[in-house]
């Protein structure tokens, strides 16, 4: 029997300073709330180097952007894009608002998600199913 196979629709990546997300939390006051879901900062303040936990979320949602081909732009919200880790500690993306409803019309299927991040850098890269 003839399977179908899934098609590439978009690839992202996203390459951050770690210092840079961690002085932009403490000068901009309510950036965290704006950028993370409570989830996402609930587990980002629950480990001892926050600034890497926070650092990889974020490269994360500009790498969904990119493999969308949008950016955050046509009103799409970085707060929309969640980045959870299952149990066994595998990242997932939950999409929320428009970035959702811009995803099912596209017809996004899955979301695969890959983030790693040292001391001072943090990185991810998305790729996206139709």
């Known amino acids: 029997m ?6 590439i629709y978009g690839l992202g990546t996203d390459i951050i300073e770690v210092e840079r997300v ?7 006051s309510g950036l965290k709330e ?11 303040e629950s480990k001892i180097r926050q600034e890497q936990n926070f650092a ?8 969904f952007f990119k493999a969308l081909g949008t950016g955050w732009s046509e009103g799409l919200a970085y707060i929309e894009v969640e980045m959870i880790n ?14 959702k409803e811009m995803a099912d019309k596209i017809g996004i299927k899955k ?7 040292i001391k001072e850098i943090a990185h991810a890269l998305v790729l996206l199913e139709t």
């Not at 003839?2 to 098609?7: A, E, Q, R, V």
């Not at 961690?22 to 901009?28: G, H, I, R, S």
């Not at 990889?56 to 790498?63: C, G, S, V």
Request: charged share 30%; net charge positive; aromatic share 10%.
């Open 86 to 99: 299952q149990e066994n500690g595998k990242p997932e993306i939950i999409l929320y608002g428009k970035s």
């Open 34 to 44: 704006k950028v993370f879901t409570p989830a996402e900062i609930k587990y980002s």
């Open 22 to 28: 961690k002085n932009q939390l403490e000068k901009v």
């Open 111 to 117: 979301i695969h998600v890959s983030v790693s991040h």
């Open 56 to 63: 990889a979320r974020f490269a994360a949602k500009e790498a």
């Open 2 to 7: 003839f399977k179908k196979n899934p098609l």
